[in-house]
């Protein structure tokens, strides 16, 4: 446990000296590469998912939008606020700090062009066609050609690569013999930036950019269950079951012979592990920001 406020920790991102954390209600708050808290700002609403460029700060705000903060030393300032017609909810930004990909409520996701935060433009949307964004959806990494990424339930895998000119998301469904593709809670999504990796009846199965039943991709097991959401790092896969509290580390380079490094039970509700500074933290809401060491 590394870090606990009066508000619940849920998303966490890169500073150049330290770390972000939204904390719901409780707003943004800046952090040293110790911990310490350097920084506070109230956000307008609930802060439920921020991410980082340079010194901005792009955080969702739900119903409330998005807002964008300049950060100076120890100053957090707003610099824009923009409100969409639907809640937005999860961002990503691209490698530029140009584009931001957001989650729309649950049903829709936009293309955002950020580079004037005085004059936010939505370059493309994309609805759903059966299924919802529950949460967690975006991909922690990015394919080797820069191309960013999210999971539906049920729609399957979505990518757009506005740095090199895509504006039109491209969708990749996948079927089953019996019932459907779906991404719950045990479901996760990431890539090593050429395999995409997804988890399904607990074993790892490598998605391809064409259609295809996934039932039939071979299926790659540990000797336990690999539930949850999904973070690669370095040969090594993260995945966070935050229903059963559930946190899990695997040696994924040889994925016929997957070993468990660690497998736990925690009391903290724990969104996905993410890695900054070569440190693996966990958001765990009231739990507080948590370590995987």
Same mark, same amino acid.
């Given at each position: ?58 955080? &969702?705000? /739900? +119903?409330? *939008? @998005? ?6 030393? %120890?100053? $957090? ?66 394919? &080797?050609? /820069? +191309?960013? *990424? @999210? ?6 895998? %979505?990518? $757009? ?133």
């Amino acid at each position: 446990q590394r870090f606990v406020c009066d508000s619940p920790v849920i998303s966490v991102c890169p500073t150049d000296d330290g770390y972000a954390i939204a904390c719901a209600n409780g707003g943004i708050r800046l952090l040293d590469r110790d911990f310490n808290e350097t920084a506070h700002v109230d956000t307008e609403g609930i802060c439920y998912q921020i991410c980082t460029h340079n010194d901005r700060i792009y955080a &969702a705000l /739900g +119903s409330n *939008g @998005l807002a964008i903060y300049q950060r100076s030393g %120890s100053s $957090i300032k707003l610099i824009s606020h923009y409100v969409a017609d639907q809640g937005i909810f999860q961002i990503d930004i691209s490698e530029s700090g140009r584009y931001l990909n957001c989650g729309y409520d649950v049903t829709q996701i936009a293309l955002l062009d950020v580079s004037d935060p005085a004059a936010i433009k939505e370059l493309t949307r994309r609805k759903s066609i059966i299924g919802p964004l529950y949460g967690s959806n975006f991909l922690s990494s990015r394919l &080797a050609d /820069g +191309s960013m *990424g @999210l999971m539906w339930h049920r729609d399957g895998l %979505s990518l $757009i690569n506005p740095e090199k000119g895509e504006f039109t998301y491209r969708q990749y469904e996948y079927t089953r013999h019996v019932s459907f593709m779906g991404y719950g809670p045990e479901n996760g999504c990431d890539t090593d930036g050429k395999r995409i990796f997804f988890n399904l009846k607990r074993e790892l199965i490598l998605l391809p950019l064409q259609p295809c039943n996934i039932d039939d991709l071979p299926h790659y097991a540990a000797d336990h269950p690999i539930e949850g959401k999904l973070t690669y790092h370095d040969n090594k896969i993260y995945a966070i079951e935050r229903a059963k509290g559930i946190i899990q580390e695997y040696d994924i380079r040889d994925l016929n012979n997957i070993k468990t490094i660690q497998y736990f039970h925690t009391n903290a509700s724990c969104e996905k592990a993410v890695v900054i500074h070569d440190r693996v933290l966990i958001p765990g809401w009231y739990g507080g920001l948590l370590e995987l060491i």
